[in-house]
């Protein structure tokens, strides 16, 4: 087993004052706290080699689950073992098996050229010389690091240094890796690049990878498995493919239109039950359930009642699912979880 | 566990110090303007009399000497990056590292400080070697001595800033925390005006605090005030407090971050 969390709880303590001098002063005589319990409850277990996405909207307490499982913050109750280690006993144990990028922050030294951060890093976790060689080697060849290992941290771009960032994290052959939004702010090209990474270094190299993400892509391309985080607690924890399976009932038609119609809509949505929506005067989506009706069966009623242009079938994808998920549109029910 | 390490921290702290010259040279002026102050204080004095306390105006200088020296060594620059890595939450990145946080301050400290120790001898060094006579203070036979106090005096004066580093955990006012360990330490430390010159009832306070050992112990050797037997004393005492304060801080670091949140992300 890889890891292992068990009802762990984060409850941050915030100061509360009414604003201004007079609230600022109240303060200090009597000072009051709110609590709020930014993780609540949360239990999981994830095998070694999986891949995980933790996703969950602003604010549900993705990056502080993180921070409890590195051990860089103290949970204010439940249990965490990473690879049989508690990392809030053994700080030290845990962090030389895991590797960590946060996409807001850098573990590169700002001041200092690349290579020689890998240096500092290659002396922390005190790789032996062939495991360096070969993985600078590997990440300078799929990266192109070559083109900015010389730099400092400070002088390279976000996207040059998001990928130093993920080399860096990488060099000590870590069992489990953590990334937290890796994708954030990056172009199409790049973005591709560091997916087709972890993928790899998670495929051929047996490494869990937890990620967090608002891109969805990131999620389909890299993880078999989402957990779903909402307000502390998880909402869903479901294998990839099954959660678009079990909801990906939407399917659509889009048709062009040779001549617009106005009662085509109406027609349609009284014969058929369909949902349909004009896009604009020559174009309508209809979207239905893929237990009712075939995407023939709906192409052919169309047919029927007008002349088309041009037909598109849209395709459920993890985009929808997962915004209904956050919607709370879909719960996902105790029977069909892993 | 492997000290070596860590040596790259302090690589890395040196070249980074040379690299931003302009702040090098900033704080070695904010501690030389300081230093001269006092200079021309005691150049007043020293014309109504030859000897003030014990001290004639050539120990005097040299006395200056050694707390600038000490003042600029560990300066402002390299203080404030131990708290900026607290404030900025940069400290997250470290503590996901099989590090010692404590380990890797020291072994940046000493990186930068050797430069701004270095620029400070040979500015400080050279303007007391015009004003003064060392021939009449400084016997060779204490050099040893001396160096290994220097030593000492600049880990407690680490491992008291360190510890001001740590308190920015809980206030966000880094520059108010090290303004008052600057101040405090300039008071007891005899930075200010050597501890002698003070009241009974405060030399007794410095005494039992662990500043004194970062200006006036190592000056006391310097300018050989005290027999080598009282030396070694006073070294031992210095180490006393390196071990004292060395667990002091990391106890404290250990409860610290149970308690703190890490800001952002
Ligand atoms: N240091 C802190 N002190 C107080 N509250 C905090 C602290 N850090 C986070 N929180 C609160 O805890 C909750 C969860 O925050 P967290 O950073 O884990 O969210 P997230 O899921 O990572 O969100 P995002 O997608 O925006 O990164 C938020 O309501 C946040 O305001
Ligand atoms: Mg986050």
């Known amino acids: ?338 | 566990m492997n000290i070596l390490k860590y040596r790259g921290f302090t690589r890395c702290a040196i070249s980074e110090k040379i690299n931003y010259r302009s702040r090098l040279l900033l704080n070695l002026a904010q501690s030389g303007i300081e230093a001269a102050a006092t200079f021309f204080l005691w150049r007043t004095l020293f014309n109504e009399q030859s000897v003030i306390n014990g001290y004639t105006w050539n120990n005097m200088v040299f006395y200056i000497m050694i707390a600038f020296i000490m003042n600029a060594t560990l300066g402002y620059g390299t203080e404030s990056n131990i708290s900026n890595k607290v404030l900025s939450g940069s400290i997250a990145m470290d503590l996901a590292k099989p590090l010692s946080f404590q380990h890797m301050c020291f072994a940046e400290t000493i990186g930068s400080s050797l430069v701004e120790g270095i620029l400070a001898i040979i500015t400080g060094g050279g303007i007391a070697l015009l004003l003064g006579d060392i021939t009449q203070v400084f016997a060779l036979s204490y050099f040893g001595l001396f160096l290994i106090s220097f030593v000492l005096a600049f880990t407690i004066k680490f491992l008291i800033s360190y510890f001001a580093g740590l308190c920015c955990f809980f206030t966000s006012n880094g520059y108010g925390v090290i303004y008052l360990r600057q101040v405090i330490t300039d008071v007891f430390s005899g930075a200010l005006l050597p501890l002698s010159f003070y009241p009974l009832w405060f030399q007794k306070l410095s005494n039992a605090l662990p500043f004194q050992s970062i200006v006036y112990l190592p000056t006391q050797i310097f300018l050989g005030r005290i027999a080598v037997s009282a030396a070694w004393k006073l070294l031992g005492v210095q180490l006393l407090w390196v071990i004292f304060l060395w667990w002091f801080d990391r106890l404290f670091f250990h409860l610290a971050v149970r308690k703190i949140t890490i800001h952002g992300g």
């Not at chain 1, 809030?88 to 951060?117: H, K």
């Not at chain 1, 051929?204 to 391309?221: A, F, K, N, Y």
Request: charged share 25%.
């Open chain 1, 1 to 338: 087993m890889s890891i292992e969390v068990t009802g762990l709880t984060k409850v941050f303590r915030l100061p509360s004052h009414a604003p201004g001098l007079k609230g600022a002063l109240k303060h200090i005589v009597k000072p009051q706290y709110t609590e709020k319990t930014a993780v609540d409850n949360v239990s999981f277990t994830i095998q070694d080699g999986e891949s995980v996405a933790y996703i969950g909207p602003n604010g549900a307490g993705k990056s502080t689950t993180i921070k409890m499982l590195t051990g860089i913050l103290y949970a204010s109750s439940g249990k965490v073992l990473v690879e049989e280690i508690d990392p809030f006993e053994d700080r030290m144990g845990n962090a030389r098996n895991i590797g960590v990028v946060f996409g807001q922050r850098t573990q590169l030294w700002w001041d200092i050229p690349v290579e020689e951060s890998f240096r500092l890093l290659k002396d922390i976790y005190e790789i032996p010389d062939a495991v360096y060689r070969d993985n600078i080697a590997l990440f300078t060849e799929i990266f192109g690091l070559g083109e900015f290992i010389q730099r400092t941290a400070r002088r390279l771009s976000l996207g040059q240094r998001m990928r130093a960032d993920l080399a860096a994290s990488l060099l000590h052959d870590p069992k489990v890796l953590y990334l937290d939004e890796p994708t954030i702010g990056l172009d199409i090209t790049v973005k591709e690049n560091m997916r087709q990474f972890i993928r790899r270094i998670n495929k051929e190299r047996g490494t869990t990878v937890i990620l967090t993400s608002h891109d969805l892509q990131d999620i389909e391309d890299i993880c078999e498995r989402v957990i779903v985080i909402d307000e502390g607690k998880i909402v869903t924890d479901v294998a990839t493919h099954k959660l678009q399976e079990m909801y990906a009932h939407d399917r659509g038609v889009r048709a062009v239109l040779k001549h617009p119609d106005p009662q085509l809509i109406r027609k349609l949505s009284e014969d058929l039950r369909l949902h349909v929506t004009e896009n604009d005067a020559h174009t309508i989506t209809a979207m239905f359930n893929i237990n009712d009706y075939t995407a023939y069966e709906v192409i052919h009623k169309i047919g029927q009642l007008t002349d088309i242009s041009d037909i598109t079938v849209i395709e459920p994808d993890i985009k929808q699912v997962i915004e209904k998920v956050y919607r709370s549109e879909l719960v996902v029910k105790e029977e069909s979880l892993l």
